[in-house]
């Protein structure tokens, strides 16, 4: 996704695989659930220090392979992933979503891993760690947060709720110990710029973990098998344990709580089951005078949002109660207000500022690692700025205070919006920041969807998870927990794989 896109939403259906074993598991024996964590926790992902710059080389000649090869590939890719799970519900099929199992089909991948080079890889994974920590502390900057996002609130009704709650919770002193955070980093390489350039940093609800890893090891599959073929190297896709590492810091959150008898809640979108919406958190939730908050009689310890980062999320007053319930109660929120604001677009313009990052961060090295991958970033007041969006347009991405994809401006519009809003005045401006428009590599890939496959040219963003968790002083995580690589046809500015933008891919280290 040319210049940048929000967070990702799963399919309902994938959403129901990938929560309904934690919830329910922690549900019936949590004890068991956390042991099976620990013992099936995988290596970490292999990460040098190297950081010579180069661009991303052809691994691939794709005009030397005939189409029965390709074809093999297909069936091998297709049959993998209906064996281990990278299925999504068909929207085509009457009963997909309304019955466990039927009407699924394969999720939109890219049929081998794209080309990237070594030494970006590594640098994502060594600032993942300082990104965590930077959105932590963040999170307890309480000013910091309501005067970056002062004027937005004012241009922005959805913000403008969020602010509320996370201003009564700064009024009654409310403390968040444990603070668990489940991020994610997006990243592309810029060829104008040689460099890896972020896109944005998730705080909520960050797709894609199992797919992930799944079309990691599925990438991995077709290369044992035949990567003699390809002159390919299966090792070269580095490992991904995005899905265990995240359900290990959930696990880890729910064992710091400390009550035995407490459940993760997974809070989703309506119509989606053996789970909560925020409107059934609403009717059924309460806080005790002790800070437990039990839903449906049952207490919760950790609150996951898979909602709640679109105004679509909130339809009624409902939906807010629920939001401010969780957040006066003690439960481990992933995540607070607190990092759902530090995730802000308004927030990562801020940072971009001279002097910023110094406010949070005391390490010179960090501050210059968290520097070096940050785009142009400027707020709508900065009249040179605009001056030259609205003459080059072609260089710039307008965005909205807004999560989920399909948000973003691109091209002529931009220049249309910025001319729109110096006629109806300045107030809007606060809604929308300015992005340098990143230009990455073209490459030949081929994408696989329905069933079939078709080579395109293509264009990748690469997003880091990391995991953060902390109690009172203690950190007990702070990792760079997987991957998600997502490729799109590089004709289209957005980058969406659930809204049918891009495909799901893996990265062969070069």
Known sequence: MVGGCSSLSYSSSSTFIATTTLSSSLKLNPQSFIFHLNLRKPAPLRCASSLTMESPKPILDFEKFDDGFVQKLVYDALVWSSLHGLVVGDKTHQRSGTVPGVGMMHAPIALLPTPFPESYWNQACEVAPVFNELVDRISLDGKFIQDSLSRTKKADVFTSRLLEIHSKMLESNKREDIRLGLHRSDYMLDEETKSLLQIEMNTISCSFPGFGRLVTELHQSLLRSHGDHLGLDSERVPRNASTSQFADA????????????????????PDERNMKSLAEVETEGRVHEDGTLTVGGQAVSVVYYRSGYTPRDYPSESEWNARLLIEQSSAVKCPSIAYHLAGTKKIQQELAKPGVLERFMDNKDDVAKLRKCFA?????????????????????????????????????????NLLRLQREGEEENAAYILMQRIFPKVSNVFLLRDGVYHKDQAISELGVYGAYLRNKERVIINEQSGYLMRTKVSSSDEGGVAAGYAVLDSIYLN
């Open 376 to 416: 142009g970033l400027w707020s709508l007041d900065d009249p040179e700025i605009i001056k030259k969006a609205i003459e080059k347009p072609e260089l710039f991405v307008m965005k909205p205070q807004r999560e989920g994809g399909g948000n973003n401006i691109y091209g002529d519009d931009v220049r249309e």
């Open 250 to 269: 959930m696990a880890k959150a729910w064992l710091e709580y400390n009550n035995p008898r407490a459940v993760v809640m997974v809070v989703v979108q």
